[in-house]
């Protein structure tokens, strides 16, 4: 005889053990311990050892220092988005280094300027300019010097990385 719902009806009924609550409030296991309670086992050394808590590092109090541009003169707020300028290797702003790019090369349309990683810009072709997913790079520019990191930018990243 079917009930109408389709698949085995032979299933055993489900067996309500006799479990008190204060086991599962407790963090019952199964086994009669606690989770919290099982200790460590190091296989290689063959003895039990206690798991070091973990602290978090504290970051550093003191904010990054306001510099100022030396294509625009005003203060860069925003240390970590600043590219290194060609000439002093000071910090200027990553819209500061473009326009001087685009001064000095001729675009054509459907012509950008475009960062394209590891301190190098590079004059981008979109053939659609809605479509940037297919693009030619007309030249690369190489801005920022690759071997010799600026002094700025290891306080920038002594900053943000404390560990």
């Known amino acids: 005889m079917s ?6 009806n032979k299933r055993r009924p489900f067996k309500n053990r006799d479990r008190n609550e204060s086991q599962w409030s407790e963090g ?7 989770r919290a309670e099982k200790p460590r ?3 290689n050394r063959g003895i039990i050892y206690d798991r070091p808590k973990w602290t978090p590092v504290k ?3 003191e904010p990054l220092p ?3 541009c030396p294509l625009c003169g ?4 925003d240390l970590a988005m600043a590219v290194s300028d060609k000439d002093s290797q000071q910090p200027a702003h990553f819209d500061c280094v473009t326009e001087q790019i685009a001064q000095g090369e001729i675009l054509e349309k459907g012509d950008t300027i475009t960062y394209i990683g590891r301190g190098r810009f590079g004059i981008v072709h979109f053939s659609n300019p809605q479509n940037t997913k297919k693009f030619t790079i007309k030249k690369i520019l190489e801005w920022e010097d690759k071997d010799n990191r600026a002094e700025w930018r ?3 990243a002594d900053h943000y990385s404390v560990t």
């Open 41 to 43: 086992y190091d296989k």
């Open 154 to 156: 290891k306080t920038v």
């Open 3 to 8: 009930s109408g719902k389709g698949g085995n």
């Open 66 to 68: 306001i510099l100022e």
């Open 59 to 61: 970051a550093p109090l």
């Open 28 to 34: 019952y296991s199964g086994g009669g311990k606690k």
């Open 74 to 77: 005003k203060p860069i707020r």
